[in-house]
Structure formats: C-alpha cells, structure tokens
C-alpha cells in the first residue's frame, strides 16, 4: 500500500512537471493581459511590470507566498500574487494545484520551463545597457508618480449614457470597432464590469507618447557615455570607428552613430603620449591606475581601503577618484556621478514631477502628464548636464594646475 501511495505521487510530479514546462510564452502572455483587462488596466504596462509579470518563475513564486488581501500593503504588492492574476491564469489552466506533489512537478516544470525558454536571463537582457537601467528607474518613477500613466483604461458611453460595447452600433462610429471585420482597433479593450457585462474601454495615454518620457534619461546617460558625438570619442578616448590619421575622430559619421546607437559602443582610451595632450588634469600615474582599475575583473568588495569596488566578474564597478572623478562603470561603460548619473536622476525627478496628476481647486484633474512629464524631464536632464559639467571643468581646472606645479617642482 505504501508503495502505492509513493508511486501515485510521483505520478502526480510526473503530471504537474509536463504540464508546467509546456507553458509557453503566449500562454504567461495572455493570462497577463487578461487579468490587467479584468482588473480595468492597460494592456501594455511598463516593461520591468510587463515582464516580471509574465514570468512564471516569479509568478509561480509569489502564489506559493500567497495571495494579497483586498487591501494590499507595499510588501504584499511586492512578494504576494493579486486575485486578478491567479484567476486569470485559473481560467487557462494553469493554476498551482492544491495537491503537494502535483505542486512540487509544477515548481520543477516551472523552473525547467525558465531555463529552456530564458525567461528569467530576459531580465539580463532587459538590463545589460545603462540607457536600459535608466529606463526601467525611470518608468518606474513615472509609475510612482501617477500609476495612470501605463494602467488607465476609460471606459466610454454611447449618446444615451450606456456603457459602450462592441455589438454596439455606435461602437463603430466612436473608431473603436472596425465596420468590416468587427474587430477592435488600437487603443481599445473589452472590460469586464462586475455584473459581468463587457464593456469597451480606451487608453487613456499611447505607448509611443509614453515611451518618449524615456527620452530625457536617455539623454543624460548617453551624453555622459560619450555616445553623443557623431564625429568622433570623447576628450582622451578614441572614435568607435576610428580614422587613420586621427584616432579620436572618425571618417565614416555613418558607422560611427550605428556603432554607437546600435551597439553602444565607445573607443577605448588614447595611448598615453596622445591622452595627456587632451586631458592635461590627469597625471601618468593616474592614467595607468585608471586603466589597471578598468580591465581588472577581480572581485573587491570593499570600498574603504582604495576608494574602489569591483562586484565579481567585474559587472559593476565603483571608483571614487577615476579620471572622471566619482563614476560606476557597468559592463565596461563609465557612468560618472556628475555629469551622467545625477544628469539621469535629475531627469528621472523632473518626469515625476510632471507626470504626477495635479488637482484645481474642485478636485478635477488639471494638467497634461505627458507634456508636462516630458518638459519636467528635459528640464532636470539639461540642468543636471549643466551643473555637472561644470563642476567636472571645475575639477579638471584644479587637477591640470597641481600637475602643472608639480612638474614645475620636478
């Protein structure tokens, strides 16, 4: 009988196993979009939501925390499944099952299903460029200040006040349904009310409209890069696509952008002889620390010694006193503190503040978050390069006279 009972149990692994590694990526995909149109929200959320959502590595792991109450605190929203989405995946047939050793095949499947289909190293690849990070941070800013930006939904009303539905003549007519097929068209989605009649509901904000408050981020981090000169690399760094004659300028402008928009690619730093005739505030010495310190992948994390961290593997990395003064540098790119990071958080900070929804004096909502979001980001970005440049001038002043003193001395 024992031996039964551990037989049918693993049959039950066996079954819960096959199931869940069969899940494909449009099956995750639909149980997400449905539970968001359930739930009134837009289909197409910001993309660190949309893909943690739709991993079930992750989902999978919050249901078996748990489910979150009707009034979810921020830990729940983080850690716990909401109702929406484990209905949703329910309906499909992909829910966790209640029996132990069913569960357990599910969790290998699940797990199986990641490392064949690279569910999980998506978010490596989400993530792997600093322009990628810095709009991730800063939708998800935008998120923060006003969570109407990527979920609201409107729903419409026909002449006589009633909810718009997709049967309805004057759904046509409102450019939600198209005459001929009966389809929807962009921008619109069937909601389910709670009486369970679906209605017809509307974004509120495109995605390209909302993509573009990704702009001044961007701006910030690639200005503070390097990647905005078509003509050649920055002061002491060769051009992607380097001349011949000139190793810091470039012939070919085409190649030289696609290098670097594409592939984001920068030149490496000019051989000594012609680094010190550009950037004079930088000592032999410290050229050839900074050089160790950019090519050395040995992990050191402790910060307290030297002014400089290495994270294993040499992914990220932390210099306090590199020849852009303060910076991180993340897979190779140097993202120093003044003129590319608080540029980027400046500019994170003024989406926010344009983007949150503000209110007259009657409760109605004033204000247009898109433009305004995007003019707030600009604004932060622009100043945040300003200030920041010239503080690194102020800097680079100061060096370039004590190496001139000491080389007096000398």
Request: no cysteine.
């Amino acid at each position: 009988m024992r031996f039964a009972g551990v037989l049918d149990n693993l049959v039950k692994v066996r079954n819960g196993m096959t199931g869940a590694f069969g899940e494909g990526r449009e099956d995750n995909r639909r149980a997400f979009v449905n539970a968001r149109e359930d739930k009134g929200d837009e289909a197409e959320p910001a993309r660190a939501q949309s893909m943690f959502g739709q991993n079930r590595t992750i989902t999978g792991l919050r249901e078996l925390i748990g489910i979150q109450g009707d009034n979810p605190n921020i830990l729940e929203k983080i850690f716990k499944a909401d109702k929406a989405s484990v209905e949703a995946r329910r309906q499909m047939g992909m829910e966790l099952s209640s029996d132990p050793a069913t569960k357990l095949g599910q969790v290998i499947g699940h797990l199986g299903a990641d490392l064949v289909q690279d569910r999980s190293r998506e978010a490596w690849w989400l993530l792997n460029a600093p322009q990628a990070v810095g709009n991730v941070l800063n939708e998800v800013g935008i998120t923060v200040a006003n969570k109407n930006i990527f979920n609201k939904m409107d729903i419409k009303y026909d002449s006589k006040n009633n909810p718009l539905t997709i049967k309805s003549p004057e759904a046509v007519r409102a450019g939600a349904v198209d005459e001929k097929s009966g389809r929807l068209k962009k921008g619109w989605q069937i909601q389910k009310q709670s009486d369970g009649t679906e209605v017809l509901a509307q974004r509120r904000y495109d995605p390209g409209n909302t993509a573009a408050l990704g702009i001044p981020v961007g701006l910030a981090i690639n200005s503070g890069i390097g990647l905005m000169n078509p003509y050649g690399g920055q002061e002491g760094y060769q051009a992607a696509i380097p001349s011949e004659e000139d190793r810091s300028k470039t012939d070919n402008v085409l190649a030289e952008v696609a290098s670097k928009y594409i592939l984001g690619r920068t030149g490496n730093m000019l051989p000594w002889s012609e680094f010190q005739q550009v950037r004079p505030d930088v000592s032999k010495d410290e050229y050839m620390r900074y050089k160790a310190f950019k090519f050395d992948k040995e992990g050191d994390m402790n910060p307290f010694d030297d002014g400089q961290m290495t994270l294993p593997s040499g992914v990220v990395k932390y210099n306090n006193d590199g020849i852009h003064g303060a910076e991180v540098q993340f897979l190779g790119r140097s993202l120093p503190l003044h003129t590319a990071i608080a540029p980027a958080a400046l500019g994170i900070l003024g989406t926010m503040a344009g983007v949150r929804q503000r209110k007259n004096k009657l409760g109605e909502a004033i204000g247009r978050p898109i433009r305004d979001g995007f003019i707030g980001g600009m604004s932060g970005a622009i100043g945040g390069m300003a200030i920041g440049n010239s503080i690194e001038d102020e800097r680079r002043r100061r060096n370039a006279a004590e190496n001139k003193l000491d080389t007096i001395d000398k």
